[in-house]
């Protein structure tokens, strides 16, 4: 499955390795035993096994569905209501050219708040059958709120209400907030996000699984890499890769190294580090703590942050997710007259060229002063991708409570929409408004 190689990482730590394991045992303990901070929003810990299945099987037949009458799911949402669907789609898709197997294209709204996207994506909507999935545990978020008011009237306009209610998929809390009364109100089959998990542990829930499954993906073996992960994790209390992570990352911070960089040398994995970012930036960064998590796509951004990793201050740690093999290997040839010197390299295929380009990087960067681990996984397919994303979800519990913080809630996120509300006028911000616009 998934293998962590903090080998050469872990030369540089000055504490104790079996010390901070130990740490990292505690941690943990608080979070099998339910006894931390957060501890109410635990769901997702044993979510590969113990899910909805009458749930899981309308996703599926609402997947079915989609494919039927769709060109194109939009999806409407953001933050933990988007990043982890895309996060996987993106890895497991074609990233150029149209999905295949007549799977339905999987576009995304409601993620910011540009009207230059909106009306390029309502334009790339002409004469496209599309239907729209929903996303939002509040009900209440201004981004898809506002995308979601816009594409729902476009539908409406093209199909009918009637069908357009056919062809709108809510996912949101079970029985409480705006976007749930609407669906009721509309008829939209809902899908739910549980109570006992937040937006950014959600992916193998509906919030992720209904785009998923909809993009041809086999969400089947998502969750299996995923049950296997926790099963690994679970049989192995104090020894396994999560805790290792944790606890290096951690032993890490404490001598100054405040980045945390995730590489990729897979384009499809760009929004896995996304997802990966929010997961540790919003259960971390708290209480004036938090090791800043941040990403490059490799070996793209060797030629413009490269500079910085090799040789700029030296707060960095880095880890690399390493594939150690495409499931379609370009070979190079041979040319007669070799003008681009690339000769030496014929009957090589490109995974040998991408992974000596990771060593070497490591190496470098290792000699830069920078921690470098590894995370392997043999191919990119659902079952390694659902490892990996329980891997991660796992020693972020485990890191933010070696940190001291909790690592389930995102206090912070409130202060820019409280701004924002002040900012546009929302009926009982009208004071605050007028303070912040004295400020500008
Ligand atoms: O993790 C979080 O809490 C946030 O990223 C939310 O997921 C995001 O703000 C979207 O919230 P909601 O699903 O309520 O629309």
Redesign the pocket.
Known sequence: MLKLDTSKARPFLQADWAELKAEASVAEKFLKDRTGAGNDFLGWIDLPENYDKDEYARIQAAARKIKEDSDVLVVV???????GARAVIEALRPLVGPAKDGYPEIWFAGNQISSTYLNNLIRALEGRRFSINV???????T??AIAFRVLKKLLEDKVGKEEAARRIYAT?DKAR?ALKKLADKEGYECFV?PDDI?????VLTA?GLLPIAAAGIDVDALMQGAADMRRLILDNPGNHPAIEYAALRNGLLRQGKQVEILANYEPGLHFVSEWWK?LYG?SEGKDGKGIFPASVDLTTDLHSMGQFIQDGNRILMETVIRIAHSSEPVVLGAEAEDLDGLNYLAGRDMDFVNESAMRGTQLAHLDGGVPVSVISLETLNAHSLGALLYFFEFACGISGYILGVNPFD?PG?ESYKKNMFALLGKPGFEAAGEELRKRL
């Open positions: 949402g953001i933050g933990g209501s988007y990043l996303i939002s545990k509040s009900g209440t978020t981004e898809p949101t907030g996000v937040g937006g950014r542990y959600s919030v929010q919003e995102q996120v």
